[in-house]
Nanobody, 118 residues
Framework: QVQLTESGGGLVQAGGSLRLSCAAS????????MGWFRQPPGKEREFVAA????????YYADSVQGRFTISRHNVMDTTYLQMNNLKPEDTAVYFC???????????WGQGTQVTVSS
């Protein structure tokens, strides 16, 4: 099992920036990818961004492409989500997740709230 701890959420004005962090611990040797998802108020959870642990390939939802950047610290088993030019529609609870088997997000963090005011 992998334990995930997110941090960095908060309240920011539209156009501002935040950086989220997610530290993994436990059975991290088999991690293949780490990713971020979000759940806006009253809506379903949606994919935001992901990074493959080996090659470092990155993937983004169209809604955040060009504004958000996912990165990693291999030694610390940590992933970061730099969020720039935030919009009110980015308001959501952001969750970190891990893939140890390709295609399956099998461990999730508790979530961190991001609120963007207009």
């Amino acid at each position: 099992q992998v334990q995930l701890t997110e941090s960095g959420g908060g309240l920011v004005q539209a156009g501002g920036s935040l950086r989220l962090s997610c530290a993994a611990s436990g059975s991290t040797r088999r991690m293949q990818a780490m990713g971020w998802f979000r759940q806006p108020p009253g809506k379903e959870r949606e994919f935001v961004a992901a990074i493959r642990w080996g090659p470092g390939s990155t993937y983004y939802a169209d809604s955040v492409q060009g504004r958000f950047t996912i990165s990693r610290h291999n030694v610390m088993d940590t992933t970061y989500l730099q969020m720039n030019n935030l919009k009110p529609e980015d308001t959501a609870v952001y969750f970190c997740a891990v893939q140890r088997v390709a295609g399956t997000w099998d461990s999730w963090g508790q979530g961190t709230q991001v609120t963007v005011s207009s």
